[in-house]
Nanobody, 121 residues
């Protein structure tokens, strides 16, 4: 049974930092593409960043230069380090596991996490 569990969300002031984590069970990160998405009420879920099985990374223009996606294959944990946070970064953030990525968007997703809320004021 595959399960992704996010943590690390919270409330911060503009300019602050947060690190999101996504711990997996039932899969090995090194075999798949992993990514972060975010969603605000009334809008579609959008891709934020993705990391391939080879460790290659890609970022949405809206976050490029402010966030870093990484993974620890030994711990089977995905991270999103977010710096210089802006109010427009406020959203529910989800991690996802998929078979491939197109730029910063993971495709053929087979598992989602439950989400962690990030609020920037």
């Amino acid at each position: 049974h595959v399960q992704l569990v996010e943590s690390g969300g919270g409330s911060v002031q503009a300019g602050g930092s947060l690190r999101l984590s996504c711990a997996a069970s039932g899969i090995k990160y090194r075999h798949y593409c992993m990514g972060w998405f975010r969603q605000v009420p009334g809008k579609e879920r959008e891709g934020v960043a993705a990391i391939g099985s080879d460790g290659s990374t890609s970022y949405a223009d809206s976050v490029k230069g402010r966030v870093t996606i990484s993974k620890d294959n030994a711990k089977n944990t995905l991270y999103l380090q977010m710096n210089s946070l802006k109010p427009e970064d406020t959203a529910m953030y989800y991690c996802a596991a998929g078979l491939r990525r197109v730029g910063w968007v993971v495709r053929a997703i087979f598992e989602w996490g439950q989400g962690t809320q990030v609020t920037v004021s």
